[in-house]
Structures are given as structure tokens and as C-alpha cells.
């Protein structure tokens, strides 16, 4: 797994509804393109949240350095501790 293709598969805070089964209208879903998130990597304020499932993240070979890993089933136990200033992208591909 390449990181372009990762970066292909990148959305905004609203994939975590996607990720979780839910799926929010698309109008209210920011999404980023590989090509936006490319330019910003390495901002202080960047923020790449990898929500995929414990087993899944484990087992891939495919991950974006940086990126923090959180369990996209419980954003309440973690969502806090990231500023409100921070532009947040959350995958689970």
C-alpha cells in the first residue's frame, strides 16, 4: 500500500460517521484531496487521525507517517484532546 493511495482514500472529521456506518449528508462532510492534504503535511496545524478498526490498523502495512491512532468507535474518549484550532483529517481506509 502506497501513501498516495492512502491519501486518495482521506476525509475531513466527517468520515467518522462514514467509518462508523452512519452516513452524514455529503454537504456536510469537508473533505480534503490527496493533492490539499499533500501541501499541508508537516503543518503544526495538521492533525491525521487513523480511526480503522485496532485489528485493521495492526495487520496494514499502509500507514501515514504522523498520523495518530484512535478508536474510531469511541470519539468521545478522544476527540477533547485535540484543539479546536487544529485542522483534523480522520481515515479508516
Given at each position: 500500500?502506497?501513501?498516495?493511495?492512502?491519501?486518495?482514500?482521506?476525509?475531513?472529521?466527517?468520515?467518522?460517521?462514514?467509518?462508523?456506518?452512519?452516513?452524514?449528508?455529503?454537504?456536510?462532510?469537508?473533505?480534503?484531496?490527496?493533492?490539499?492534504?499533500?501541501?499541508?503535511?508537516?503543518?503544526?496545524?495538521?492533525?491525521?487521525?487513523?480511526?480503522r478498526?485496532?485489528?485493521?490498523?495492526?495487520?496494514?502495512?499502509?500507514?501515514?507517517?504522523?498520523?495518530?491512532?484512535?478508536?474510531?468507535?469511541?470519539?468521545?474518549?478522544?476527540?477533547?484532546?485535540?484543539?479546536?484550532?487544529?485542522?483534523?483529517?480522520?481515515?479508516?481506509?
Amino acid at each position: 500500500m502506497t501513501i498516495r493511495w492512502l491519501l486518495v482514500t482521506l476525509l475531513a472529521a466527517g468520515m467518522l460517521l462514514g467509518c462508523l456506518g452512519q452516513v452524514p449528508a455529503a454537504d456536510l462532510v469537508p473533505r480534503i484531496t490527496p493533492a490539499e492534504l499533500q501541501a499541508e503535511l508537516g503543518s503544526a496545524d495538521l492533525v491525521i487521525i487513523d480511526v480503522r478498526r485496532a485489528a485493521d490498523w495492526e495487520s496494514s502495512d499502509g500507514k501515514i507517517p504522523g498520523a495518530a491512532r484512535e478508536d474510531g468507535a469511541s470519539p468521545e474518549k478522544w476527540s477533547g484532546k485535540y484543539p479546536r484550532t487544529q485542522k483534523l483529517v480522520l481515515y479508516c481506509a
